[in-house]
C-alpha cells in the first residue's frame, strides 16, 4: 500500500458512492449468504443451489443488452437512483416472505430472478457513472481497483457476520440487514454534486444501437479478447462458489458459520488482490497480471477442491479468491479505459452480460456434474480449465507483442532504406 493507493477518494462524489455501496454490499452479501444456506438446508439439494445462482444471474444476460442502451440513452444518475431503490424493495419483500415463515423455495427463487432484472440495468448505469464522479480521469483505473476492493471487503465481512446472525437471531434478520443497507447507498447518491446533465438525442431506434455495440465490440480486437476469457472463466470456473455450502456442511462437517469464515476467507484473498491493483503506479502491463493471477486463481482452486485439511483448505480459499479478483477488476479496468466514451454504456453490458450471463449457465453445468462425479472433482476440473485459460491469455500476449514488434520493423523499413542510400 503506498500514496496512490487511494488517489481517487480526492474526488468527493466518488467518496460518497464508495461509502454509501460499501455499508450496502454489505448487506447484500449477507442476503447472498442467508439464500444459499437456507436453500441448501431445506432441500440438500446441490442442483438447486446452480438453480438459485441461475435465477439470480441469467436476467441479468438477458436484459444487459437493454440495459446498456437505457444507460447509454438517458441520464445514468437518475437510473441508478432507480435501481437501487428497487432493489431495496425486493430485500423488503424477500425479508417479509421470510418473517411470515410460510414460504417455498421456487418463492425465494422468484425473487432472486427479479434481483438479476434489476441488476441488468443497474450494472451499465453504476459502471459507467463511475467514470464521472472522478474528477480526474488519470485516477479511474485507482477507483475501479478501490471499487472491487469495496466489494471483496464486503464479501469479507457479509458473509461471516451473517453466517453469525444465522445461528443467533436466523435467516430474517440477514435479509432485514441488507434491506436497511440501502439507505446508505440511496442517501449517498442524493448527496452527490454531479455535472448538470445534457439531454441525449435518440436519432437510432434501441435495435441499431445494440447492433452498433456488437459492431464496435467485434472491430476492437482487445476488448473483444478481454470479453472472451471473461466468458470463458464465469461459464466454467467462477460457479465453484455455489458449492462453497457443501464444503461447508458436508466435507468439513460444519454449520453456517463454517459457510461464512470459507466465504470470508475468499472474500480476504480478493480484497488483498484488489489492494494491491489499486497501489499499482500507472503504466503497468494489466494484461500480463491477468494472465497471472488466472493461473493462481486456477492453481488455489485445484489445491483446494481435494484439501482434507480445514485450516489448509482456507488458506488456498484465500489464494484462490486473490486470483479470481483480477478476473472482474482487470477486465472491467482494461474496458473501461480503452473504450469509445459514447459506447461506454454498452460495452460494459457486454461485460456484464459475460459475467453474469455465463455463471447462471456454468452454476446449472457444475451442479449437474457434480451431482455425477463429485464436488471435489468437479471444483478440481474447474481449477483445470482456470490454469489452461491463463496459458491461453499469455499466449495471446506473446503474440500481440511479436506482432506489434513486426509492424514496428516493417514502418522503420523504408526510412533505414533511404538513410543508407
Request: charged letters at 10%; glycine letters at 8%.
Amino acid at each position: 500500500m503506498n500514496i496512490n493507493t487511494f488517489n481517487a477518494f480526492k474526488s468527493r462524489n466518488y467518496r460518497l458512492y464508495f461509502t454509501g455501496q460499501s455499508i450496502s454490499l454489505v448487506g447484500t452479501w449477507m442476503q447472498k449468504t442467508a439464500v444459499s444456506w437456507v436453500i441448501y438446508s431445506q432441500t440438500h439439494s446441490k442442483f438447486l443451489l446452480g438453480v438459485t445462482l441461475f435465477a439470480s444471474l441469467f436476467p441479468s444476460f438477458l436484459f444487459s443488452f437493454l440495459g446498456g442502451v437505457v444507460s447509454d440513452r438517458y441520464n445514468r444518475y437518475k437510473l441508478l437512483l432507480a435501481t437501487q431503490a428497487a432493489s431495496m424493495i425486493q430485500a423488503v419483500l424477500l425479508t417479509l416472505l421470510v418473517f411470515f415463515g410460510h414460504y417455498f423455495v421456487w418463492e425465494i427463487i422468484a425473487l432472486s430472478a427479479l434481483l438479476g432484472i434489476i441488476n441488468a440495468f443497474d450494472v451499465p448505469a453504476r459502471q459507467s457513472l463511475v467514470y464521472e464522479m472522478v474528477d480526474d480521469k488519470a485516477d479511474l483505473p485507482n477507483a475501479l481497483a478501490l471499487n472491487s476492493s469495496m466489494v471483496n471487503l464486503s464479501r469479507l465481512i457479509g458473509p461471516g457476520i451473517a453466517g453469525l446472525v444465522l445461528e443467533k437471531f436466523g435467516d430474517t434478520i440477514c435479509f432485514g440487514a441488507n434491506a436497511a443497507s440501502f439507505i446508505a447507498v440511496i442517501g449517498s447518491l442524493l448527496m452527490m454534486r454531479l455535472p448538470k446533465s445534457k439531454p441525449k438525442s435518440h436519432n437510432n431506434n434501441i435495435i441499431f444501437e445494440l447492433k452498433e455495440g456488437f459492431t464496435y465490440i467485434k472491430n476492437t480486437p482487445s476488448i473483444k479478447f478481454v470479453l472472451l476469457m471473461l466468458a470463458l472463466i464465469s461459464l466454467m470456473v467462477l460457479p465453484f462458489s455455489t458449492l462453497i455450502p457443501v464444503y461447508a456442511k458436508d466435507i468439513f462437517k460444519g454449520t453456517a458459520s463454517t459457510f461464512g469464515v470459507i466465504d470470508s476467507l475468499i472474500g480476504l484473498g480478493a480484497f488483498s488482490g484488489a489492494i494491491y491493483l489499486a497501489s499499482l503506479k500507472p503504466g503497468h502491463n494489466l494484461k500480463k497480471i491477468l494472465a497471472i493471477n488466472t493461473l493462481i486463481f486456477g492453481g488455489g482452486l485445484v489445491v483446494f477442491s481435494h484439501m482434507p485439511n480445514y485450516y489448509v483448505a482456507l488458506l488456498f480459499a484465500a489464494v484462490t479468491g486473490f486470483g479470481m479478483m483480477s478476473q472482474i477488476t482487470i477486465s472491467n479496468t482494461i474496458i473501461q479505459t480503452t473504450v469509445d466514451p459514447a459506447m461506454r454504456g454498452r460495452v460494459i453490458s457486454f461485460y456484464a452480460m459475460a459475467f453474469f450471463g455465463m455463471q447462471p449457465l456454468g452454476g446449472l453445468l457444475v451442479g449437474g456434474i457434480s451431482q455425477k462425479i463429485g464436488v471435489p472433482d468437479t471444483v478440481l476440473g474447474e481449477g483445470v480449465v482456470a490454469v489452461l485459460i491463463g496459458l491461453l491469455q499469455l499466449r495471446y500476449l506473446r503474440k500481440s507483442k511479436l506482432k506489434k514488434e513486426t509492424e514496428a520493423t516493417l514502418a522503420l523499413a523504408p526510412i533505414n532504406t533511404l538513410a543508407s542510400n
